[in-house]
């Protein structure tokens, strides 16, 4: 039998997260002339540093670095590295203390070499970001130039817009991935009985957390259960499958000694608020058309009478 990432326990998974970055007024200030085909460094006024980006304070010394300069487009490659990605490099600007990590572009590794010129290469529309400065090509005739004093500066960009996604392949293992298959596959809900109190743990698990011994047998267990406490959601975050507000519950199974979470449907927050789901509150899983391999499975919980 062939076996896939599924039955081995993998699912492919992305985390995404927008965010807002407050670039500060150094940054800002940096990032904004980047529009204008100027790198704009500040000068620390205690050890007279010149660092890119511009930063408000210093890195060395911690003094206040409240002079702007002009910085030449102009430097020497220090030090590389290539990635998938291209090749990334340490840039000692001219008139610099502190090298800049960038692009090193139109060129490949056997181009380069400690020392060489390079110059900046522009982005053709900027956009307000990093990358309005594609990066550093060699440039063998480049003269040494000198930093100047900024003036005529454009308005700090206050903030920027950004979206982190990480692709990952998470490893449930033999216990998660063995539930997850069988909520796939067969929508079975499956836990693992203790072999000494005899207790059916959901989700499973290797060891029993009140015995300490290695857990034995699968256990079948039904899609209906209990509430064991609750509390309504109103906080709107990144990730939420069920816009609030939405009531979330410690869920026990029928036949199983540990709680499940998950939401219960159906309700307002009202209705939470008015009695129609307590503490012993019956409850029956709701399954939804996907396959995922997940308790997404179970779009939610619902309300069932007791002799049901």
Same mark, same amino acid.
């Given at each position: 039998?062939?076996?896939?990432?599924?039955?081995?326990?993998?699912?492919?998974?992305?985390?995404?997260?927008? =965010?807002?970055?407050?670039? @500060? #007024?150094?940054? +800002? /200030?940096?990032?904004?002339?980047?529009?204008?085909? %100027?790198? !704009?460094?500040?000068?620390?006024?205690?050890?007279?540093?010149?660092?890119?980006?511009?930063?408000?304070?210093?890195?060395?010394?911690?003094?206040?670095?409240?002079?702007?300069?002009?910085?030449?487009?102009?430097?020497?490659?220090?030090?590389?590295?290539?990635?998938?990605?291209?090749?990334?490099?340490?840039?000692?600007?001219?008139?610099?203390?502190?090298?800049?990590?960038?692009?090193?572009?139109?060129?490949?590794?056997?181009?380069?070499?400690?020392?060489?010129?390079?110059?900046?290469?522009?982005?053709?529309?900027?956009?307000?970001?990093?990358?309005?400065?594609?990066?550093?090509?060699?440039?063998?005739?480049?003269?040494?130039?000198?930093?100047?004093?900024?003036?005529?500066?454009?308005?700090?960009?206050?903030?920027?817009?950004?979206?982190?996604?990480?692709? =990952?392949?998470?490893?449930? @293992? #033999?216990?998660? +991935? /063995?539930?997850?298959?069988?909520?796939?596959?067969? %929508?079975? !809900?499956?836990?693992?009985?203790?072999?000494?109190?005899?207790?059916?743990?959901?989700?499973?698990?290797?060891?029993?957390?009140?015995?300490?011994?290695?857990?034995?047998?699968?256990?079948?267990?039904?899609?209906?259960?209990?509430?064991?406490?609750?509390?309504?959601?109103?906080?709107?975050?990144?990730?939420?499958?069920?816009?609030?507000?939405?009531?979330?519950?410690?869920?026990?199974?029928?036949?199983?000694?540990?709680?499940?979470?998950?939401?219960?449907?159906?309700?307002?927050?009202?209705?939470?608020?008015?009695?129609?789901?307590?503490?012993?509150?019956?409850?029956?899983?709701?399954?939804?058309?996907?396959?995922?391999?997940?308790?997404?499975?179970?779009?939610?919980?619902?309300?069932?009478?007791?002799?049901?």
């Amino acid at each position: 039998m062939t076996t896939t990432p599924e039955t081995m326990g993998f699912k492919n998974v992305q985390i995404a997260m927008p =965010y807002t970055l407050t670039a @500060g #007024h150094a940054v +800002g /200030t940096f990032l904004a002339e980047l529009a204008h085909q %100027r790198i !704009i460094g500040a000068r620390c006024a205690k050890c007279d540093t010149v660092r890119v980006p511009a930063q408000d304070f210093c890195g060395d010394c911690g003094g206040e670095s409240n002079e702007f300069v002009v910085v030449p487009p102009t430097g020497t490659l220090t030090a590389w590295t290539v990635t998938d990605q291209g090749i990334i490099g340490l840039i000692a600007l001219d008139g610099t203390s502190v090298p800049l990590l960038h692009q090193v572009i139109t060129a490949t590794p056997s181009d380069l070499q400690m020392g060489m010129r390079v110059k900046a290469t522009w982005a053709a529309e900027p956009v307000g970001a990093v990358m309005d400065l594609l990066g550093f090509a060699p440039a063998p005739d480049a003269p040494v130039a000198n930093v100047e004093p900024a003036s005529d500066l454009a308005s700090p960009i206050e903030q920027l817009n950004y979206r982190m996604e990480l692709d =990952y392949e998470h490893a449930y @293992g #033999h216990f998660y +991935g /063995t539930l997850f298959d069988g909520i796939k596959n067969s %929508r079975r !809900i499956r836990g693992v009985r203790c072999p000494s109190c005899r207790n059916v743990l959901l989700p499973p698990r290797p060891m029993c957390e009140a015995c300490y011994v290695p857990t034995g047998d699968w256990i079948d267990l039904p899609d209906t259960g209990i509430v064991q406490a609750f509390s309504v959601v109103h906080i709107e975050f990144v990730g939420q499958r069920v816009p609030p507000p939405y009531v979330y519950a410690e869920i026990v199974l029928e036949g199983s000694a540990t709680r499940l979470i998950h939401t219960v449907g159906g309700l307002s927050a009202e209705d939470a608020r008015s009695g129609a789901i307590r503490p012993g509150t019956r409850v029956k899983a709701v399954w939804s058309d996907r396959e995922t391999g997940g308790l997404s499975d179970i779009d939610y919980f619902e309300v069932v009478a007791n002799n049901e």
